[in-house]
């Protein structure tokens, strides 16, 4: 009994003390609007959105086995067994992120094929990297940095600070249908209207996406400033991986999507075998082929984690 009222006294303490370092509402109320803000402010160009590769992919011929065979068979091995430090936790294996970049190679073969490996080399070779075709760390931290380049938050937030959140009235609560659990969700209203449309098409293109009543269904939306400063709070800080101490959250762009999740695992766990299994479900592969179209990148650490880019955001328009 004694703990619980500990507890219960430290989180009100913590919200009074958030309370007090966050802005007075005057000073809010000076701040410009989060779109107006993003729209105004000269910041470096993120990448494109669009999928499309940034080298001539070689023609697919997924089983020739020709120079870069023995490359294939390396990439066998490392997809479980690549010691690295992707996000600066080690990991055991790039299997996890092996949908992503075969998107960015351009490349439908499997990950341990020739083919796969051949266009790997590609990249590698357009990239300024030695065409080994073989996934190293060297190789996959470029591929990473070109990930983040293409969320506008990351760029924005790296130019000139943590983004304001939209005012109240440019958010919009998600319909029930989409939302996983009982909980109100508010995201931005554009945001939701090309997520409403994402949807639809997922599961009408893919049975597997259509079967699954909780796929692509939304657990976290809008958070507030302060709640992204009282959770850093209570968690004793924030690493700028799995918890950010400006979250993309608070612009009213970001989505957690349910992509499944492994058997014991929550749908936000970043447990490796979690996440391994969210890389493997249908609406992961589908969202990584396709959410671009509709203007969503994801953070590649979390399978779950969709940002959206407002049109006059996204490099692919101006490319
Ligand atoms: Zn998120």
């Not at 105004?40 to 990448?47: G, Q, S, T, V």
Request: overall charge positive; glycine content about 8%; proline content about 10%.
């Amino acid at each position: 009994m004694r703990w619980i009222f500990l507890a219960v006294a430290l989180a009100c303490v913590a919200v009074l003390g958030v309370a007090w370092l966050r802005p007075t509402p005057s000073t809010q109320q000076s701040q410009p609007r989060a779109d107006e803000a993003m729209a105004a402010l000269a910041y470096p160009e993120p990448l494109p959105v669009s999928a499309a590769p940034a080298y001539d992919p070689p023609s697919e011929a997924c089983n020739d086995g020709g120079a870069y065979a023995p490359a294939a068979a390396r990439n066998g091995q490392s997809l479980d067994g690549l010691a690295f430090k992707p996000f600066g936790r080690p990991e055991i294996g790039w299997r996890i992120y092996a949908p992503q970049v075969a998107v960015e190679i351009a490349s439908t073969c499997s990950f341990d094929s020739a083919g796969f490996a051949n266009a790997l080399a590609g990249w590698q070779r357009a990239h300024g990297l030695p065409p080994t075709g073989l996934m190293d760390p060297a190789t996959f931290d470029v591929m990473r940095v070109r990930w983040h380049m293409k969320r506008p938050f990351v760029i924005l937030n790296r130019a000139v600070g943590c983004p304001p959140p939209p005012p109240p009235s440019a958010l919009v609560a998600a319909e029930p249908k989409y939302v996983y659990g009982a909980k109100v969700i508010q995201l931005r209203g554009d945001a939701m209207a090309s997520y409403r449309r994402m949807v639809a098409d997922a599961r009408a293109a893919d049975p597997a996406i259509a079967r699954d009543p909780l796929a692509l269904k939304i657990f976290s939306g809008y958070r507030s400033p302060e709640e992204n400063d009282l959770t850093c709070l209570l968690q004793g800080g924030c690493d700028n991986v799995s918890r950010a101490p400006c979250s993309a959250h608070r612009t009213g762009l970001a989505f957690d999507i349910v992509v499944g999740s492994a058997p014991g695992g929550r749908v936000d766990s970043t447990a490796d075998f979690n996440r391994l299994a969210m890389s493997q479900s249908p609406a992961y592969r589908w969202l990584v082929r396709n959410a671009h179209r509709y203007g969503f990148v994801n953070y590649v650490f979390e399978p779950w984690h969709w940002e959206w880019s407002p049109p006059e955001q996204r490099g692919a328009r101006r490319a």
